[in-house]
């Protein structure tokens, strides 16, 4: 399911990365963010974490400028897959957006510096993460 573009799109739009271990949230998530005037490629955190996808190759090919990463039970693991992953050198300057099926409890986890973006659930709002989006991608372009 990794999602691939035409790098000509590249050279005009900014590109976001959506990782998610569910294939109907990549897809919403894919099309809003899209619709906002995104490039978005997609991998699934399976993919990932079982080699059907290395991570450090599709950083480099697509060249991100935000990384929004699912962290889906069990929470606590998989924080710590995203912190593993945060920290790659291929990583570095890179702006996350950080979603769940549980924010709560995420944020508990990670510490009250983070704030997680509920996806699935009340109140369910695909905009927030959009503005996320937005606001992380133009931290990174003016670094």
Not at 24 to 37: N, T, Y
Not at 60 to 66: A, F, I, M, R
Not at 78 to 98: D, S
């Amino acid at each position: 399911m990794s999602g691939c573009y035409d790098r000509s799109m590249s050279e005009r739009l900014p590109v976001i990365a959506v990782i998610n271990s569910t294939p109907d949230i990549v897809d919403m998530l894919r099309l809003a963010i899209e619709q906002a005037g995104f490039v978005v490629v997609t991998a699934l955190t399976f993919e990932l974490r079982d080699g059907h996808v290395n991570l450090e190759q599709f950083i480099k090919q697509h060249d991100p400028l935000v990384v929004v990463y699912d962290v889906a039970p069990p929470y606590e693991a998989n924080w710590h897959l995203f912190q593993h992953v945060a920290e790659m050198p291929v990583m570095k300057g890179r702006q996350f957006v950080i979603t769940s099926t549980n924010a709560r409890h995420v944020e508990g986890i990670a510490g009250p510096q983070q704030h997680v973006y509920e996806i699935v659930g009340k109140p369910y709002d695909l905009g927030e993460v959009v503005r996320a989006v937005k606001e992380a991608s133009r931290a990174r372009a003016t670094r």
